[in-house]
């Protein structure tokens, strides 16, 4: 008898699934010379080269149907957007659905094709026709491995059938050949759980023998954008009358826009506008899935992946809202309360773009996610699981703890370059913010007020001078603190991809303790830390009504036991890191407001040389009132959309030059 012996290696490595196929089971000793001739075997075929066509040729589908690599073996697409927008977003008579009664509806949640467009998203298995097939042969098809995700459809007369037991193949289909339609019904959340691998079995039967063959595909992995994919469509939130008295955050919305066409972006604005939380880069990452489709163009689903932030009610707003064709919406939740919320918001997710280092490849780029190392807390442990079983991104984790929000987009960013590489690392530095104002000291100017904003709502402007600034209890201290902590989390990067002293792009930033508002009676009041990390409109109504806002260098105020904690910071002039990407060669930074000399601001020309050497063009746009005091900037209240059409195996991965 002959079988098949399947290997299984590493499911969660960088995508290494082997499985070597020995032959097809033919399940009769071999007949007399007097009996019947044997039937012709069972073939079943995938897309295993992935150029969308099913070959039932002698083609190269037809070898190695039982082997999954990186570069080769049938891919099927976790099917789960809602290609004809039938899923609900509200209860009988209005009743708001529960989070998991969002998600549990998709196209793979009912046992229908809905559409062409449903229709699609399935990846296409055959059968190669077996002419010599007596009358009354009969076949079957059943799901082997990966049975509880995975469904299967059968074309008949142009419409999709689910495959169930009771299903069977008549002879006249299996002598014309049958199209099987495939769909997997979720994401891979934890390979131990599932490693995303379908096996599926095609079994004839006729007189007294069987023969059967199998094919094996898996779920496209999960993928996280990267920078050297190109921005399509930005997303903001869009604050009511109420939430935005001033009108500043609608201006930010009308800026933004220009910028984005300017660069070249066509789609218009994604405004999230119905729960008011400002931060549209933390409750939500865009990612995407992708497999060949049959017109051998890319197939591609956006997925959502929703912070893991239970009762973050902007995530909602991603089922409500954007939910739809060839939309998907994925969120992971630990099934305990989050150990640190801040850490779980989106903004402390970034992506490496491709790399590889020695034996490690990461064609589709690696995740970056920030930690609080002198505490232990990390992210969720279920929202890292499901990251890194995709196979191809295992996130690698920075220290943040020196940060009082905590997420990696508050120092790093990666830049376009032409390079062999292809990328640089931009990287906040405090010593060189340091050194901006130390130099306009000693050239006279330390009277000079430290910031050039005007005041909100006819409050006078801010009065601190550079003198004052560097005169603070703790600012140069806390910047050094900064520095040494970039440098530390640089070394780690430096290891994980080789990147050199000579790739990294160096952004003139400083970091203060300090975060206050006064307002028109006099009154210094914090701005509470938790604005960015627990989400909503960045600053308080009991703030925000009252006029000016301040940031002070080096302040500190509080309980004794506060004044021990970890020193942490936030942004004191607006971290020009902390942008957008809007194009190769345009980035959209927040703007400076620093010290005007010589009718020009320090940091900006500083930040626009930066960045000029790294051949990006820097506009600004004013976040001061709308994200800064709130410890955010630009990036922090926006999101992308990036382009999704390259094939992640075909992806390029440069060498460590």
């Known amino acids: 008898m002959r079988t098949h012996r399947r290997i299984r290696t590493n499911p969660a490595g960088p995508v290494a699934l082997v499985l070597a196929a020995v032959g097809t089971v033919l399940a009769a000793p071999s007949p007399p010379a007097s009996a019947a001739p044997p039937i012709a075997r069972a073939d079943l075929r995938a897309d295993v080269n992935r150029d969308g066509r099913v070959d039932v040729t002698a083609g190269s589908d037809a070898t190695d149907e039982d082997t999954w690599s990186l570069s080769h073996g049938a891919v099927l697409l976790p099917n789960i957007d809602d290609d004809t927008k039938r899923c609900p977003v509200t209860g009988p008579g209005g009743r708001p659905l529960s989070d998991a009664e969002l998600a549990a509806c998709n196209d793979a949640s009912d046992t229908k094709v809905n559409g062409s467009a449903d229709a699609a998203d399935l990846a296409r298995v055959r059968s190669v026709p077996i002419r010599r097939l007596p009358r009354g042969a009969k076949g079957s098809v059943k799901v082997t491995a990966g049975a509880a995700y995975t469904r299967v459809f059968v074309k008949r007369a142009g419409d999709w059938i689910p495959i169930t037991p009771q299903i069977t193949l008549s002879a006249a289909e299996l002598r014309s050949g049958v199209e099987f ?19 599926i079995r095609l079994t004839v039967a006729a007189r007294d023998r069987t023969t059967s063959d199998s094919v094996t595909l898996r779920v496209a992995p999960l993928l996280t954008h990267h920078h050297l994919q190109n921005a399509q469509q930005v997303m903001v939130t869009k604050l009511n009358s109420n939430e935005d008295w001033s009108g500043l955050q609608g201006k930010f919305v009308t800026d933004l826009k220009r910028e984005a066409e300017k660069a070249g972006i066509t789609r218009p604005l994604v405004a999230f506008d119905k729960y008011g939380d400002a931060w549209a ?40 809202k954007l939910r739809g064709r060839d939309v998907a919406v994925v969120q992971a939740f630990d099934r305990s309360a989050p150990a640190d919320w801040s850490l779980n918001s989106m903004g402390n997710l970034e992506t490496i773009p491709p790399y590889t280092r020695g034996e490690d490849s990461f064609p589709a780029g690696r995740i970056i996610m920030g930690w609080r190392k002198d505490s232990g807390k990390r992210p969720s442990a279920t929202m890292r699981t499901l990251l890194k079983s995709q196979g191809l991104q295992d996130p690698l984790l920075l220290d943040t703890s020196w940060l009082e929000v905590g997420h990696v987009d508050e120092f790093v960013q990666f830049l376009p370059a032409d390079t062999p590489r292809g990328w640089r690392i931009g990287v906040a530095d405090p010593d060189a913010g340091l050194q901006l104002l130390r130099d306009a000291q000693s050239a006279g100017h330390g009277g000079t007020r430290m910031f050039s904003v005007p005041g909100l709502g006819g409050s006078p402007p801010l009065e601190e001078t550079i003198d004052q600034a560097l005169a603070s209890r703790h600012l140069a201290a806390d910047n050094a603190m900064a520095a040494q902590r970039i440098a530390a989390n640089l070394e780690v990067l430096k290891g994980a991809t080789g990147v050199t002293e000579q790739e990294i792009v160096r952004v003139p930033a400083l970091y203060t303790r300090g975060s206050m508002a006064r307002t028109d009676s006099g009154e210094d009041v914090h701005v509470p830390r938790l604005t960015r990390m627990g989400g909503g409109t960045p600053l308080p109504d009991g703030v925000k009504k009252n006029g000016q806002q301040r940031r002070l260098a080096g302040d500190t105020h509080g309980s004794a036991a506060a004044a021990r904690a970890t020193v942490t910071t936030s942004a004191y002039v607006p971290g020009a890191v902390n942008g957008i990407l809007l194009s190769r060669d345009r980035y959209l930074a927040p703007r400076q407001w620093g010290p005007v000399i010589g009718g020009k601001d320090i940091f900006t020309q500083a930040v626009t040389a930066a960045y000029a050497r790294a051949g990006l063009k820097v506009s600004y746009i004013d976040d001061w009132y709308t994200y800064h005091l709130g ?6 209240g926006t999101n992308t959309l990036r382009d999704a059409s390259a094939a992640w195996w075909r992806s390029a991965s440069p060498a460590t030059p």
């Open 281 to 320: 880069q933390d409750f939500v990452e865009p990612a995407y899935v992708s497999m060949t489709g049959t017109d051998g163009r890319p197939r591609v689903i956006r997925v959502m992946l929703r912070s893991a932030q239970p009762g973050r009610a902007a995530g909602r707003e991603l089922f409500e």
């Open 181 to 199: 339609g495939v769909e997997a019904t979720d994401v891979i959340r934890d390979t131990r759980t599932w490693d995303g691998r379908t096996v």
């Open 631 to 636: 410890m955010g900037e630009v990036h922090c």
